[in-house]
């Protein structure tokens, strides 16, 4: 694992830290193939019932390493590669891994989020800032289309309007609008207080019923495209299949006798 990610796992919550403080937690190759591996280790690890992804320092992520980019832009003109392979090699599979964890994720989202840092930030199920929190698709002040999933994360978030506007303006979006529309799901009072108040909700899920999130998160990812057909069939699989954990059974019974239930996460 690369310096420039932190992990640990205390209790249940695996926390991510992207920690290239010093260049705005910029993902250089190293920090991407980092992250990758971590996600598909968390997702997989039976004692992480949830996930917080952040930053160290006074950002979340601005987005792809432009210095290094350039070497990429010289390196392509030279040998006639694609400068921007890094999307299918890094991006695209680290975007299916996100979306694609059995477990709650919660971005705390200190300081700014660009471009790609902006769409990872996207992918997780809630997003807590701070009044100093931001957000900015700035694909487009480098003559780039949208990528890390942000073409279909917006629109879900937001509409076809409004992200049509975000991609197309490259406009930054404050705190309180973030929350407004649904990029970010919490706000916190105070900029220092985001990573607690993460870790809060990170620790509330943890104790709750993991499977059960993992198909409502599984029904989701497929409910806004499918049928109603579709999605029903989808639906009655996730209940086969929470319905069958021992969180399901010992948490009715504890129901009917008026018991608060204790979930394990089986």
Known sequence: MSDSLLVTVDDGVATLTLNRPESLNSLDTALKEALSEAVTEVAADDRVRAVVLTGAGRAFCVGQDLREHVGSLEA?????TGPLDTVLVHYNPLVLALAGMPKPVVAAVRGPAAGAGASLALLA????????????MAFARV????????????????GHAK????????????????????????????????????????ARLSKGPTVA?????????????ATLAEA???????????????????????????????????
């Open 232 to 266: 029903l069939a989808i639906e009655a699989d996730a209940q086969k299949i929470a319905g069958a954990t021992g969180d399901h059974r010992e948490s009715t019974m504890a129901f009917v006798n008026k018991e608060k239930p204790t979930f394990t996460g089986r």
């Open 143 to 158: 003559g780039l289309a949208g990528d890390t999933g942000a073409s279909w994360t917006l629109p879900r978030l937001v």
């Open 163 to 202: 992200a049509t506007e975000l991609l197309m303006l490259a406009q930054p979006i404050a705190a309180d609008e973030a929350l407004r529309l649904g990029l970010l799901t919490q706000l916190a009072d105070d900029d220092d207080a985001v990573l607690a108040e993460a870790n809060a909700l990170a």
């Open 125 to 136: 199920d809630f997003r807590v800032g701070g009044p100093g929190t931001s957000f900015l």
């Open 76 to 80: 392509a003109a030279e040998s006639g």
């Open 213 to 225: 999130y993992g198909q409502i998160k599984r029904e989701l990812l497929h409910g806004a495209q």
